[in-house]
């Protein structure tokens, strides 16, 4: 069974940073493309950043600049991180990953996700 666990949200002041972790387990054959999503109250859930397996990355407008997206292969993990962090920048983030498990097919997983609120 695959699972992907987040870490590192919180409480942080406008023009602070957080780094974010997700860390993909279980029976993986191979990751293909990871990324972070995030979902504020009444919005809907929108791209903040993917990377490809070959380290190709890709950034939502509003946080170019700003967030890094990078990754880990060797323990399955990709990172976010947030600098100058604006309030609007408050959401629930989701960590996603395209597995391919062992002994299944291809299939998108999401994690549980993480609480990041920028305070005023």
């Known amino acids: 069974q695959v699972r992907l666990v987040e870490s590192g949200g919180g409480l942080v002041q406008a023009g602070g940073s957080l780094r974010l972790s997700c860390a993909a387990s279980?029976?993986?054959?191979?990751?293909?493309?990871m990324g972070w999503y995030r979902q504020a109250p009444a919005k809907q859930r929108e791209l903040v950043a993917t990377?490809?397996?070959?380290?190709?990355?890709n950034y939502a407008d509003s946080v170019k600049g700003r967030f890094t997206i990078s990754r880990d292969n060797a323990k399955n993990t990709v990172y976010l991180q947030m600098n100058s962090l604006k309030p609007e920048d408050t959401a629930v983030y989701y960590c996603?990953?395209?597995?391919?498990?062992?002994?299944?097919?291809?299939?998108?997983?999401w994690g549980q996700g993480t609480q990041v609120t920028v305070s005023s």
């Open positions: 279980g029976n993986i054959f191979s990751i293909n493309a």
């Open positions: 990377i490809t397996g070959g380290g190709t990355t």
């Open positions: 996603n990953a395209e597995i391919t498990p062992k002994y299944s097919s291809f299939s998108n997983f």
